[in-house]
């Protein structure tokens, strides 16, 4: 049998683990941050039939400019804008400044196709999310990690610091980050911006969850043509199996990620499903302040276990406090509820999940303490 040690792949590649958390079948799966509550049936209908409006059509190639989705898309974020009050001048996005791809992580492989590659680098704030390097370096760019505080915050000063000193092509900030939950300040975003001679991307992938208070970065990409803002609908919108990311910059940057995506590369499938969920978004948000409500419900339960809770802007929750992670994880999982072991020392990520669930988890953990205090 040949095995992959035998094949000539590439000397980066060699050794290398693919990426994924676990996927096991288990009564309450809270590890990798989905919506856990079910499209809703108006949604399923008005997909159904967008989709049965293509099938016919599959013989040709799709919009290969998704001008449609597009389309909805900025309408959405011009929505998203329009609620943070940003200006007359200021709460529009063009259809020309919108990128889509099959999920978010496609768009930021997009962005590091056109800006990263080899000779060149990328850096993030560490921890974060695990995805930034590995695409980073799949496209041969060098990925520089930057320490974030004790508590994962990161303040303005010393995020534009870690720019100054190593000047790199590329910056992520991910805000809520993931995995710790909490969202950054605008002003660290205004910091980077001001000090980097890149691209910055924002990855917003869970922004709609985020504590009153929380100011998108979409309100900063008039100033900024060198600034993107990637979002996602597989969080907020209950939308991951649909597989579609997006992401807002000036147009001429948007221009760039044209050269290097694959012809065709959101089917018509994908395109058709996506516009008839954003023609529902309301109906697929619905349940944002649910998974909001059930995070905070978590979070008191972690605080009077004795855990430290980070403040979370996202659907999720990192909680430290753990003596050992993997026991901690492996008794929820006897348990029947899976949460992620992101490897921070002392800490376990569990995401909200419905009322059930996050009830599950809950009494799940209190029992797994008073076995094993
Ligand atoms: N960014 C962040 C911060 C994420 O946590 C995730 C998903 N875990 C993604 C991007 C990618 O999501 P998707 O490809 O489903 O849009």
Not at 208 to 232: I, K, N, Q, Y
Not at 251 to 271: E, F, K, N
Not at 308 to 317: A, E, K, L, Q, T
Request: hydrophobic share 45%.
């Amino acid at each position: 049998m040949t095995s992959l040690q035998d094949l000539p792949i590439r000397d980066d590649l060699r050794g290398k683990e693919p990426y994924g958390a676990p996927q096991l079948d288990v009564a309450v799966p809270l590890n990798v941050n989905e919506n856990s509550f079910a499209v809703p049936a108006d949604v399923v209908r008005a997909v159904q039939e967008s989709l049965a409006a293509v099938l016919g059509d599959l013989n040709r190639y799709p919009d290969r400019e998704f001008t449609a989705l597009r389309e909805r898309l900025a309408g959405y974020l011009g929505d998203v804008l329009e609620r943070q009050g940003g200006g007359t001048d200021r709460t529009s996005i063009a259809p020309a400044q919108v990128w889509a791809a099959n999920g978010s992580n496609e768009v930021l492989s997009h962005i590091l196709q056109a800006f990263g590659g080899p000779g060149r680098s990328a850096l993030g704030f560490s921890p974060s999310y695990s995805m930034h390097p590995l695409i980073t370096t799949s496209t041969g760019a060098e990925w520089i990690s930057v320490d974030r505080a004790d508590d994962f915050g990161l303040d303005a000063e010393s995020a534009a610091a870690a720019v100054r000193d190593h000047d790199p092509d590329v910056v992520f900030l991910c805000t809520p980050n993931n995995p710790t939950g909490n969202g950054l300040d605008l002003s660290v975003v205004e910091a980077v911006l001001a000090e980097a001679h890149g691209i910055v991307i924002v990855d917003e992938a869970y922004a709609e969850f985020a504590r009153p208070g929380f100011r998108t970065a979409l309100t900063l990409l008039p100033d900024h043509p060198r600034l993107v803002v990637s979002r996602t609908m597989s969080k907020a919108f209950a939308f991951a199996g649909a597989r579609l990311g997006y992401a807002a910059a000036d147009a001429a940057l948007i221009d760039a990620l044209r050269l290097v995506r694959l012809p065709y590369h959101l089917s018509a499938l994908t395109q058709a499903a996506a516009c008839a969920a954003l023609d529902h978004a309301p109906s697929l948000l619905a349940n944002v302040d649910r998974l909001v409500e059930q995070r905070d419900r978590m979070s008191r339960a972690l605080t009077e276990l004795g855990f430290r809770v980070v403040p979370s802007d996202s659907n999720f929750i990192l909680f430290g406090g753990v003596t050992r992670p993997p026991a901690l994880w492996q008794a929820l999982l006897e348990r029947g509820v899976l949460v992620r072991d992101n490897g921070i020392p002392g800490h376990l990520r569990v995401n909200a999940g419905t009322e059930a669930e996050t009830t599950a988890f809950v009494d799940a953990i209190t029992a797994a303490v008073a076995a094993d205090p």
